[in-house]
Each structure stands twice: as structure tokens, then as C-alpha cells.
């Protein structure tokens, strides 16, 4: 079982959590403060096995640098010039894929 948690899912910043059965969390998004980030975690770094963040706007990557001078891990895609690559962040198998205009 996975559970999911969310700090924010706006304009003001999008922040969420998955944890596995295991009690790793990944987290999606980085767009709240630290402190609300930290909420969402119980304040428990310790089983943030990583950080996926879409792309570069604020209320996505807002607390991405403070989580990376803590030691995790943030996979943002969007920097990269491959567009596929796979990550694994503990239990967690992450792919990414260039996003396509088709309108």
C-alpha cells in the first residue's frame, strides 16, 4: 500500500508525498515552505529516499535547494538534455519523458 499526503496543490505551491509499505517517502514537488514540507514528513528526513520536480517554476522548486543542503536527492528532468532517463530512489522507479505538444 502507498499512501499518498499533499501540502499544496496551487499556484501557491505543490507538495506532495508517497509513502510505501516500507516507509520510504518520495517526494513530488518542492513548491511549499520548508516548513510546511517538513510537516508533511512528520519532520523525518530520514525516510526521504528523494525528490521528483516537474519543472522550474517557484511553486514547484521553492524548497528544492534546502532539501538537496539536507542530503536528498532532487530529480528535475526539465534540466537535463536527455529527455529519457531513469531514476531509482529507493523503492521508487522514476522515468522521465519529453512532454509533447500535439494540440
Not at 508525498?17 to 513530488?28: A, E, N, P, R
Not at 530529480?75 to 522507479?93: A, I, K, M, Q
Amino acid at each position: 500500500m502507498v499512501v499518498l499526503k499533499c501540502a499544496g496543490s496551487n499556484s501557491e505551491g505543490n507538495c506532495y508525498s508517497l509513502t510505501d509499505s516500507s516507509g520510504q517517502v518520495l517526494l513530488i514537488e518542492a513548491g511549499v515552505s520548508h516548513g510546511k514540507l517538513c510537516r508533511l514528513i512528520n519532520w523525518n528526513i530520514t525516510n526521504v529516499v528523494g525528490c521528483i520536480v516537474t519543472h522550474h517554476h517557484l511553486d514547484h522548486v521553492a524548497s528544492a535547494p534546502k532539501l538537496k543542503m539536507m542530503g536528498v536527492e532532487v530529480f528535475s528532468p526539465f534540466e537535463l538534455d536527455e529527455h529519457r532517463r531513469e531514476v531509482v530512489f529507493g523503492n521508487y522507479r522514476i522515468k522521465s519523458f519529453p512532454l509533447t505538444n500535439s494540440m
